[in-house]
């Protein structure tokens, strides 16, 4: 049996996140923003404050701290190659954000494109993985048709995103789970699907990466990008390529600036200090992987995995709770999948709606009741269109693995109070 995150473990995983003590009206604070960003762990800020105390310094340079400086960030790759299952530490490229990264891989890519092509993006993605290419498809003539959701669950129409792939698509952008509905996407049988017709394909991991490892081989995509800040790190983006993509692909770069992956497409001086957090942040999910293992001598992707076991069935008896108490919330409506028999098929990241207050006023209430929350659209554009719930949007109930059942029962207990 797979090694449990207990009560004890998880009083432990709180205790290395500062900001978890803050209070907020005299109550403990309860952070359900995680899908807007978690927060850090000590090892994350004592990992950027220990690179500006000793080798703070630019890229290249003939120096010890320009050197030591480069030697942090290759181990920055190297954990998020490890943290993404990438075999080569160079197919790992950082950048500002996953929205800035995608606009330039978008500019890229869009340069093979011809007239007369056409692109797939979905109804339930981010706009990030929506408008990226929709601007980029725009700019050379090409198509772009989105896949449609089934409205009850919020999840993916895949029968309608596959009905839309043809000879002519070049491209697949699709989101491994969406950030308001929670739902999953099943990317591996889309991307085997796109390569019959040799579309590529993109997965913006962003919405997933806290819950469940990602497994870049495993889903068989060309292009994956996620950001470390939902993931207990700083703030900054992520993609993972296929290194002969990353080489033969002509990127948007100033003349002086290396030709060789992955600097090629790290446009700029990197946030060096935040690349020692990135590494940090896949560290603590590591670290408790061994400490779950009872064994500190395992590999960090093998710790990974293990660490993300436990996540997953911690997190599923969350989402569990939160679903069966919202359930007995008169007239309170989930966006998403809430037959308990699919957990397996989302996230614990909960939209909810009720007719009595706006979303806004629902979350602006548990606010005062140091409960927080985002409220509106989350950038899934799309997916609020379709639901009719614009510009209002919806309350999003994010949970990580930091969340702890009691927490869960003070929701409900917040969410009666306010809405019944
Ligand atoms: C699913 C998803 N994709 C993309 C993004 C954009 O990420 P970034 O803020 O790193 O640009 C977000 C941010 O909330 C997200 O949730």
Known sequence: MAPHLTPDLIQECRNQFPALSREHNGQPAVFLDGPAGTQVTQSVIDAISHYYCTCNANHGGQFATSRESDAFTEQAHRAL???????????????????????????????????????????LDHDANVSTWALAARDHGVEVRYAEIHKGDCTLD???????????????????????????NPVQEITSYAKQFN???????????????????????????????????????????????????EAYKVRPSATVIPEKWMTGTQNFASLCGSRAAVDYLADLG?????????????????????????????????????????????????????????????????????????????????????????????LTEQLNLEPEGMVRLGLVHYNTLEEVDRLLDALQEILT
């Not at 070049?170 to 969406?178: D, F, P, Y």
């Not at 207990?232 to 993509?245: C, D, F, M």
């Not at 028999?341 to 009720?354: A, F, G, M, W």
Request: glycine residues 6%; charged residues 20%; hydrophobic residues 45%.
């Open 199 to 249: 579309a590529q394909v993109f997965i913006d991991a962003v919405h997933y990466a806290p819950h469940r490892l990602i497994d870049v081989h495993e889903i068989g995509c060309d292009f994956l990008a996620c950001s470390t800040y939902k993931f207990y790190g700083p703030h900054i983006g992520v993609l993972w390529a296929k290194s002969e993509i990353l080489e033969d692909l």
């Open 290 to 382: 061994r400490t779950l293992a009872n064994d500190g001598s395992l590999q960090r992707r093998q710790a990974l995995q293990i660490a993300y076991e436990a996540i997953t069935i911690y997190e599923d008896q969350l989402c569990l709770r939160l679903l069966d108490g919202l359930a007995a919330i008169e007239d309170l409506k989930v966006h998403g999948i809430t037959d308990i028999n699919q957990l397996e098929d989302r996230v614990p990241t909960i939209s909810i709606t009720h007719p009595k207050l706006s979303a806004s006023q629902i979350a602006f209430e548990l606010g005062e009741r140091g409960i927080f929350v985002w409220d509106g659209n989350y950038y899934a554009l799309e």
């Open 81 to 123: 190659a490890d943290f993404v299952g990438a075999d080569d530490w160079k197919e790992i490229v950082f950048g500002a954000n996953m929205t800035s990264l995608t606009f330039a891989f978008s500019r890229a890519i869009a340069q093979t494109w011809s007239e007369g092509d056409n692109i797939v993006v979905t109804r």
């Open 158 to 184: 895949v029968t309608d995103l596959k009905s839309k792939i043809d000879q002519r698509t070049r491209l697949v952008a699709v989101g491994l789970a969406s950030n308001s509905s929670g739902s999953i």
